[in-house]
């Protein structure tokens, strides 16, 4: 994500680190560096010619704290600009009523529909109970797709196939949410290829009906420069409240995600970081700031390892780790685990410093090797996985070819487990000893 425009930056950084005091001459080059990476990633001109013009004034006019660098000050103000060009704060669902109605609009392939799905699976998580309508009546399985979405996601989806008016199917929808308990209704509606007079003329006449509370614009965060021009049609016609950026786990820009506020004045509500239901997250603009500028979002990294992994079972793994009763079984587990968290890229991106350490890794290499270890250890049975031991060159080689790999590929995986179930069981013996001399844990639990 982002992934060009964060180099360059970082390229721009290495100069200004090395200011030994900041002037309008010395400063001048390194600014002129970021305003081309901004550039180049598609920003508006004027929204980067602003952000350039008041990262200058700040820095000129403001006190070197004695104990930061020069330049590591104006990076601080780059990233403080960053956050206010995104829009400051999380700018959260405003809901009222009931039911609630939200209207999501956009053109062809944007994400309406997808978008649809995830925001409705997060409102569930919020305590809330959404009810997705189908009120495309163009595209061809487009209420096929809504009701496969809401069957994955186990929602309820109103459909009135044949139905021609958007209208009826609308005022259809809002009794079948009286009459359900539902409390948010979210409206799939209708795109074209481009804006047209039609299309407007139908959003205009569904707003007027339901009158929501929230009417969002779906836009895909890839088309740069272009989505920003969309928005700002789609504004003027429906007053929209906010929007959702998709696909931006593949936008290497970021040009639409930087001048969209700035040029609508209206806030990025959610982001949607991938093809899984799950990557849908509200838009925190301090922590996509340290994203881009290579400082991680670790915040974000721990919100969602809560949200993937048990914790009841989390705390069972680390007793048995502890003491060195780790089996094939827990670590297949472990496995299982993170690959809930997404891909690996993903994850690395999120720590500090992660985008630099992503140069040149292959990271595509590690998750095949995860894969192949999950295979074969699901190739063993039950026995073998409480019992290595067991495992003679017969069984091996049975392993092996079940799940496609070599045998020597099978030991190796077996002997990094086996110096990993050593390691825990010396960990586990040094904390039993340090609890005898009196330094174990509870004593320190006592003292936080």
Do not use: W
Request: glycine letters at 10%.
């Amino acid at each position: 994500m982002f992934d060009s425009l964060s180099g360059k930056l970082q390229s721009a950084f290495k100069n200004l680190r090395g200011l030994g005091m900041i002037s309008e001459a010395n400063i001048g080059d390194s600014l002129r560096e970021v305003r081309l990476a901004l550039l180049e990633a598609d920003v508006n001109f004027k929204v980067a010619r602003d952000f350039i013009d008041q990262v200058k004034i700040k820095s000129l006019g403001r006190e070197v704290i004695q104990s930061i660098q020069p330049g590591q000050q104006v990076i601080k103000i780059i990233h403080d600009e960053l956050v206010n060009l995104l829009g400051s704060a999380n700018a959260g669902l405003q809901l009222s009523g009931n039911p609630s109605c939200i209207l999501m609009v956009g053109l062809h392939g944007s994400g309406k529909t997808t978008s649809s799905g995830k925001l409705g699976r997060l409102l569930t998580k919020q305590g809330r109970t959404p009810l997705l309508v189908a009120a495309d009546v163009y595209r061809p399985a487009a209420m096929e797709q809504l009701e496969k979405l809401g069957q994955q996601l186990q929602l309820p989806v109103f459909v009135h196939k044949g139905e021609g008016d958007v209208l009826k199917i609308a005022r259809e929808a809002l009794d079948f949410a009286q009459a359900n308990n539902r409390n948010t209704l979210i409206f799939d509606t209708a795109g074209r290829l481009q804006i047209d007079e039609p299309l407007v003329q139908e959003l205009v006449r569904l707003r007027d009906l339901v009158k929501p509370q929230e009417t969002l614009l779906v836009l895909d965060a890839a088309t740069g420069q272009e989505a920003v021009n969309v928005a700002a049609h789609f504004d003027r016609a429906l007053n929209i409240t906010g929007s959702i950026l998709t696909k931006l786990d593949g936008d290497a820009r970021g040009g639409a995600a930087l001048s969209l506020r700035a040029v609508t004045g209206k806030p990025i509500k959610f982001a949607g970081m991938g093809e899984k239901l799950e990557d849908f997250e509200p838009f925190h603009p301090e922590r996509m700031a340290s994203r881009i500028l290579g400082m991680g979002d670790v915040v974000s990294l721990v919100e969602k390892a809560a949200e993937a992994v048990d914790l009841n079972d989390a705390a069972r793994l680390e007793e048995r780790m502890r003491k060195g009763q780790f089996t094939l079984d827990d670590f297949l587990e472990q496995l299982r685990q993170m690959k809930k968290l997404g891909p690996l890229e993903s994850i690395v991106g999120m720590l500090p410093g992660g985008a630099e350490a992503l140069k040149g890794a292959d990271l595509g290499k590690q998750e095949k090797e995860f894969r192949h270890m999950e295979a074969m250890i699901c190739g063993m049975t039950s026995q073998e996985r409480r019992n290595p031991h067991l495992l003679n060159a017969r069984r091996r080689q049975r392993i092996a070819k079940g799940s496609g790999v070599t045998v020597t590929e099978l030991n190796t995986m077996l002997n990094k487990f086996a110096q990993m179930q050593q390691m825990m069981k010396k960990m586990g013996k040094l904390q039993k000893m340090m609890a005898r001399m009196g330094g174990g844990p509870a004593k320190y639990d006592k003292i936080l």
